[in-house]
Structures are given as structure tokens and as C-alpha cells.
């Protein structure tokens, strides 16, 4: 089993920043991982991901304003959030794909909430 643990959601006013930070238990053999975020009423949709190589994908949504990047040697994955607006407002999930299971482990979440 493997724990992915994320941090640092909060209460934010429209244009300022957060920085979530995830980190999975087992130090190798992560290979992608991932942010994604669910609001209220809505379905959970990709924010960002990225691979092994530290090559980076952005939903459309967060390009210009998110950064995401990784830590291999620390199996930890950052999300640095800029300019917010209110529609980013939703629970942030973090996975990472841990290869010799072949699957994703989830975090529990951790809330962003953006006010105007």
C-alpha cells in the first residue's frame, strides 16, 4: 500500500497564491503524478501531471498561472497556484502511479478555497 499525503490548501482572496505540495510514502518507482480537483456539484478534472522527466501537462483552465513540479529524490509533487480566481475553488487531489502495482494511489484531499 502506498500513502500519498497532500498539504497546504487554505482560504485565499481572488489573485493571491497557494502552494499544495503531496508526498507518497515509497521513495522509487513513482513514475507520473498528478493533481486533480473536484467542486462542489461537479466531476473531478485534471489540473496538472507530470511524468518521471519532469515533463509537465496543464489543463487549459490553469496554463499560464499553475506549476507544477516534482521532487523524484523526495517522491513529492508541488502545485504552485497563482493569480486564483473564485472558479478554482474545489478540493485538490493528489495520485502518483507507483509501477510495481500498476495503479494510482489518491490522497484524502486537501481544501482550496478562493474569495472575491
Known amino acids: 500500500q502506498v500513502q500519498v499525503v497532500e498539504s497546504g490548501g487554505g482560504l485565499v482572496q481572488a489573485g493571491g497564491s497557494l502552494r499544495l505540495s503531496c508526498v507518497a510514502s515509497?521513495?522509487?518507482?513513482?513514475?507520473?503524478m498528478g493533481w486533480y480537483r473536484q467542486a462542489p456539484g461537479k466531476q473531478r478534472e485534471l489540473v496538472a501531471r507530470?511524468?518521471?522527466?519532469?515533463?509537465?501537462t496543464y489543463a487549459d483552465s490553469v496554463k499560464g498561472r499553475f506549476t507544477i513540479s516534482r521532487d523524484n529524490t523526495k517522491s513529492t509533487v508541488y502545485l504552485q497556484m497563482n493569480s486564483l480566481k473564485g472558479e478554482d475553488t474545489a478540493v485538490y487531489y493528489c495520485n502518483a502511479y507507483y509501477t510495481p502495482h500498476n495503479r494510482y494511489y489518491w490522497g484524502q484531499g486537501t481544501q482550496v478555497t478562493v474569495y472575491q
Open positions: 515509497v521513495s522509487n518507482w513513482i513514475s507520473v
Open positions: 507530470i511524468d518521471v522527466e519532469n515533463t509537465p
